[in-house]
């Protein structure tokens, strides 16, 4: 998975967790045995609660991406 956001509005409401359960199922239903996700830092939390453990920083320039994993 690249790249997905939830509008501030609709945050809390339990979309993203929705949507990460798609994609682990569509993964799982593949073959796919890890998922490695981008987050930013405001949203380490999230993917934390939802099973993903932090690996490594990634930078573009000054920008700090926080990379994750979860094992399927």
Same mark, same amino acid.
């Given at each position: 998975? %690249?790249? =997905?956001?939830?509008?501030? !509005?609709? #945050?809390?409401?339990?979309?993203? @967790? #929705?949507?990460?359960? *798609?994609?682990? #199922?569509?993964? %799982?239903? $593949? =073959?796919? !045995?890890?998922?490695?996700?981008? $987050?930013?830092? *405001?949203?380490? %939390?999230?993917?934390? #609660?939802? =099973? ?8 573009? =320039?000054?920008? @700090? *991406?926080?990379?994750?994993? %979860?094992?399927?």
């Amino acid at each position: 998975m %690249r790249t =997905g956001f939830v509008a501030p !509005a609709h #945050q809390g409401h339990g979309i993203g @967790r #929705q949507l990460m359960a *798609t994609v682990e #199922q569509a993964a %799982r239903a $593949s =073959g796919v !045995a890890l998922l490695t996700v981008p $987050s930013s830092v *405001t949203a380490e %939390r999230f993917y934390a #609660q939802l =099973g993903y453990r932090f690996v490594r920083d990634h930078y573009h =320039g000054e920008e @700090r *991406t926080l990379i994750m994993e %979860r094992v399927l």
